[in-house]
């Protein structure tokens, strides 16, 4: 049996804490900031209140003093709405991953993934 939890990635990451009806304005503003995985929205709903979302910022931003953004996007959005810097985890698993994904992990090294099947007829 395959053990599913072993493709578990965990990434440790940061996200603002912002009112829900400033998301489309401030995504247009962090364009290139926030996370961009296939699958995975970068804004998603705060756990702790209605009126605010989560937007997810991309690995590459690391400083909780957002350094990582310029200061021109940081200031405007900051003129938009107010802001809050919060930790955010992102755990990823097996159904996340594709099939050729799974694969590769599981074959042993060397071994080619198959890309397709072939039906000889005689």
């Known amino acids: 049996m395959l053990d599913e939890s072993k493709f578990d990635v965990?990434?440790?990451?940061?996200?603002?804490?912002?009112?829900?009806?400033?998301?489309?304005?401030?995504?247009?503003?962090?364009?290139?900031?926030l996370l961009d995985k296939p699958r995975v929205k970068p804004i998603t709903e705060d756990p702790t209140s209605e009126k605010t979302r989560y937007m997810i910022l991309?690995?590459?931003?690391?400083n909780p003093d957002l350094s990582d953004i310029p200061s021109?996007?940081?200031?405007?959005?900051?003129?938009?709405?107010?802001?809050?810097?919060?930790?955010?985890?992102?755990t990823l698993g097996y159904s996340y991953w594709t099939a050729d994904h799974i694969l590769k992990q599981i074959l042993p090294l060397g071994v080619e993934v198959p890309s397709s099947f072939e039906t000889i007829v005689m």
């Open 58 to 62: 991309s690995e590459k931003v690391q």
């Open 10 to 33: 965990n990434f440790k990451l940061l996200a603002l804490r912002i009112p829900r009806e400033f998301c489309k304005t401030a995504t247009r503003l962090l364009n290139g900031y």
């Open 72 to 90: 021109q996007k940081l200031d405007e959005l900051k003129k938009l709405c107010e802001i809050e810097v919060v930790p955010y985890s992102l």
